[in-house]
């Protein structure tokens, strides 16, 4: 069919020079004119595959038709509304009128109600008693003849004003179209025959590619857009803050254990027993196995004691001491547990055990930081500054909605050295968060129970126009610090902020399961930008 098409308008060109109108080709197998819109978008594509070759040039002509609407082609065949009422209704005189519910079953609901009014209007029926008769003995339904002759024609004689009643009455609707005038090209030929692509060995074996014609090759074309990879929102942004901690002199920590006991979760941190973070409501625990291997046992004893009857200059908890809660397996519901896992190694020459502080991080994948003010080396009592932070995944026993899920991500960093203040934690939260874009910071007291001082971080966003918290830090506690063997003047900040939420505010995201989980739309991960706040 295309080759025939194109070969039509070759021919014709041959033949009258010029086309001046497409719409006056009949297409083969075709006994009318190509006046519709459907023929002409066939002739364009003849069009488009000769102006290729430059054996033809054409020039797009727009046109503005109506159709029929699924309603108007209906009146077109059955009558409009009003005639169809009209045409249920008894002559005056000559019968019972018929009651407004019988026109209903007769015609339906929608004509009826319809057909009615535009009836009235046109004074064709009349009211009698509780029933409706015809008033007239004919009438002629111009709706109906309309419709036929937008159907065969496209518009109307009657004019703008009438198309525009009915598009009103959404009986038409308004179609743009095109035809076409075309003349030869410079590479005009009444042969179809298509030029070759490429250079054969078969063409060039038998001599062929002398007399050949070749397509024409379009260097100004965009070639086809590679398939690649894109990076998920959230590995954007972890990228991110990641090379902030870095540059700062940050070294990363392990954080591979999802599943950690109640001590390093909670007891090593000086988390009551019966903190209600620790119940069911809000916290995982594995069934099998369902416990698990006995930390350190001197350190253990420590952490008891420690809750049990205080020390450190603490009072504890003063509440018993259940070994089995201990033991506990369960999916970690802060990476603060790696932290503590870290900090008892960073602390073993400070307790007067043969292995050196940095080998011991170092061997967990880290290393100790020699950049914190101060010396950086290891001073007599063994005690060595670091700085570490993690990111990854924590778990929490949530009801799942717009802005929680069970699962998510914690940025979490730490430093320790002798000396620090809550002054410092500020001051260093104002460097870390202006290399995120934020400068405008607000610090409100909170209760933590394993820091004192503790702090929530608030930043004041522009585009929400509100203050919102983006963070949590403090101290850690001396009944945390002093078990695993620092000595008295180390202090250690910690502080930790989530990954989904400041990836929301970025991109715009206001339902977290569009950002993580089956509705991602992949579309949108290859599109997305890294952008700040």
Not at 43 to 71: F, K
Request: overall charge neutral; some cysteine.
């Amino acid at each position: 069919m295309a080759e025939a098409i194109q070969q039509l308008i070759l021919d014709t060109l041959d033949k009258e020079g010029e086309i001046k109108d497409t719409r006056t080709l009949v297409l083969p197998g075709y006994k009318d004119p190509a006046a519709t819109h459907d023929s002409q978008i066939i002739i364009l594509g003849a069009l488009n595959s000769l102006s290729s070759r430059d054996m033809i040039t054409y020039t797009t002509h727009e046109t503005v038709s109506h159709v029929l609407t699924q309603e108007g082609a209906q009146i077109a065949l059955q009558g409009s509304h009003e005639a169809r009422v009209w045409a249920a209704c008894p002559k005056k005189g000559e019968g019972e009128p018929i009651p407004p519910k019988q026109l209903q079953e007769k015609v339906g609901a929608e004509t009826a109600k319809v057909g009615q009014g535009q009836a009235f209007k046109n004074k064709w029926i009349g009211k009698e008693g509780d029933g409706l008769v015809k008033l007239v003995d004919s009438i002629t339904d111009n709706t109906q003849l309309q419709m036929r002759e937008v159907d065969s024609t496209g518009t109307l004689k009657a004019g703008e004003k009438a198309l525009a009643e009915l598009r009103k009455r959404k009986l038409i609707a308004q179609r743009k179209g095109q035809w076409f005038s075309v003349s030869k090209g410079p590479n005009f030929s009444t042969s179809t025959a298509k030029p070759e692509t490429d250079l054969t060995v078969d063409m060039l074996a038998s001599g062929s590619w002398k007399t050949s014609t070749y397509k024409k090759y379009n260097f100004e074309a965009d070639g086809i857009p590679p398939n690649g990879g894109a990076l998920h929102p959230l590995l954007k942004v972890r990228e991110e803050i990641r090379n902030i901690f870095l540059e700062m002199g940050f070294a990363e920590m392990p954080t591979s254990s999802f599943v950690e006991s109640g001590f390093w979760c909670f007891d090593a941190l000086f988390v009551p027993q019966q903190h209600p973070a620790r119940e069911v409501q809000d916290t995982f625990y594995l069934s099998d196995p369902a416990e698990s291997l006995p930390p350190p046992k001197e350190y253990y004893e420590r952490v008891s004691k420690v809750h049990e009857q205080g020390g450190y200059g603490s009072t504890g908890y003063r509440a018993p001491w259940s070994h089995e809660e201990s033991r506990k397996l369960l999916l970690r519901t802060h990476t603060t547990a790696s932290s503590a896992s870290m900090l008892y190694k960073l602390a073993a020459r400070c307790r007067g055990e043969d292995d050196d502080s940095e080998e011991a991080v170092k061997r967990e994948g880290a290393h100790a930081a020699s950049t914190v003010p101060g010396t950086g080396k290891a001073g007599p009592d063994g005690f060595r500054p670091a700085k570490l932070f993690s990111i990854d995944r924590v778990f929490r026993n949530e009801t799942m909605d717009a802005t929680h899920l069970a699962e998510f991500h914690q940025v979490e960093g730490v430093v320790a050295d002798r000396g620090l203040t809550l002054a410092d934690l500020i001051g260093f939260m104002r460097v870390f968060f202006k290399k995120m874009g934020i400068e405008n910071l607000r610090f409100k007291p909170a209760y933590n129970p394993y820091t004192e001082p503790s702090l929530e971080i608030f930043a004041f966003h522009p585009q929400l126009k509100k203050w919102v918290e983006v963070g949590n830090s403090g101290m850690f506690r001396p009944e945390m610090l002093e078990p695993m063997g620092f000595p008295k003047d180390v202090h250690v900040h910690g502080w930790g902020i989530s990954l989904e939420r400041p990836t929301m505010i970025r991109y715009g995201i206001n339902n977290i399961r569009t950002l993580v989980g089956h509705k991602v739309s992949l579309e949108s991960v290859e599109r997305s930008p890294a952008v700040r706040f």
